[in-house]
């Protein structure tokens, strides 16, 4: 399912604006074998963790938790 402006809007207001990426050219630089993702989300709390993947789950999106951004285990 595509992200929409108010399933942004909401993750912006868990996490804040600094910590939500859409931008096509910085999300390029977090694909996998071709795949990009459509935004980028980083929350700072567990807190907001739980926040997020309770808005994930209502608004049916699919979750790909991230390390370290190494790709080494690829």
């Known amino acids: 399912m ?3 402006d108010n399933q942004v809007a909401l ?3 868990i996490v804040g604006d600094a910590h939500v990426v859409v931008d096509q050219d910085r999300l390029k630089g977090l694909s996998v074998d071709g795949f990009v993702p459509g935004l ?3 929350p700072g709390t567990l807190a907001e963790t739980s926040k997020l993947m309770a808005a ?3 608004h049916g ?3 790909l938790p991230m ?3 190494t790709k080494m285990g690829l």
Do not use: D, I, Y
Request: no cysteine.
């Open 2 to 4: 595509p992200k929409t």
């Open 11 to 13: 993750f912006r207001e």
């Open 40 to 42: 980028m989300v980083s």
């Open 56 to 58: 994930a789950h209502q």
């Open 61 to 63: 999106l699919a979750v």
């Open 67 to 69: 390390g370290g951004g």
